[in-house]
């Protein structure tokens, strides 16, 4: 069955640090791919997506995503994080025509100022 | 984009009776989803529901426990019955307005069993 697996469930990061979250799929064909955030006591936003294309993909508030089909991994980063970066981040992917969307664990992080 | 409106937005509920949550969009969108996020866990699919059909339950729900209606292409309505302290969760209504969109979420409804 298709999965999506978050390797970190709890990041503390300072200011100005760089981010990275882990994204990895278990799906060998064609895949939309998306980081959902979610602030405290907020709804799920979108922060990116990806469907085709240039496998570097840049959201708002400065994250960005690479796809690397090889390794089925859809990277989450962000070169200087804010402690309004605190949040819940999750990767979910779906196929197009295919399989409906599922979610990965998520991943809280949390920002010291 | 969708704008999308859940209600109640949160309840607190007695063991063995049940709610009827409802979700509200301000556009025709065929495909709309109920989510279920339990407590320090990810996004769980309950169902797929479609105007004019049955809705399709994801492996482990069923809908004598969580029936639904989809009356029309604006609206959906998800109904958690016989509560028990386990179905302490929020509740998501999502919708996705092509297949090569992403989903858009409601609020969320965040019910507590007693």
């Known amino acids: 069955a298709q999965s999506v697996s978050q390797h970190n469930h709890h990041v503390i990061l300072s200011e100005a640090a760089s981010l990275e979250l882990g994204c990895n799929y278990s799906?060998?064909?064609?895949?939309?791919l998306f980081w959902y955030v979610q602030y405290p006591g907020q709804h799920l936003q979108l922060l990116l997506k990806y469907f085709s294309g240039d496998p570097l993909v840049k959201g708002i508030k400065g994250f960005e995503a690479e796809f690397i089909k090889s390794k089925f991994s859809f990277n989450l980063r962000k070169p200087s994080v804010q402690w309004s970066d605190t949040a819940e981040y999750f990767c979910a992917v779906n196929a197009p025509g295919g399989f409906k969307t599922i979610f990965g664990a998520g991943t809280r992080l949390f920002v010291k100022a | 984009s969708a704008v999308i409106s859940q209600k109640p937005s949160r309840d607190i509920c007695q063991r063995g009776t049940s709610l009827t949550i409802q979700c509200q969009v301000d556009?025709?969108?065929?495909?709309m989803f109920w989510y279920r996020q339990q407590p320090g866990q990810s996004l769980t699919l309950i169902a797929t529901a479609n105007q004019g059909s049955e809705a399709t339950y994801e492996s482990g729900f069923v809908i004598d426990k969580f029936p639904i209606s989809r009356p029309n292409l604006t609206f959906s309505t998800l109904t958690v019955s016989n509560m028990s302290p386990e179905d302490s969760s929020i509740y998501l209504c999502?919708?996705?307005?092509?297949?090569?969109?992403?989903?858009?979420f409601g609020d969320g409804t965040r019910l507590s069993i007693l």
């Open positions: 556009s025709q969108v065929t495909m």
């Open positions: 799906y060998g064909g064609t895949v939309n």
């Open positions: 999502s919708v996705e307005l092509d297949s090569n969109q992403p989903q858009h």
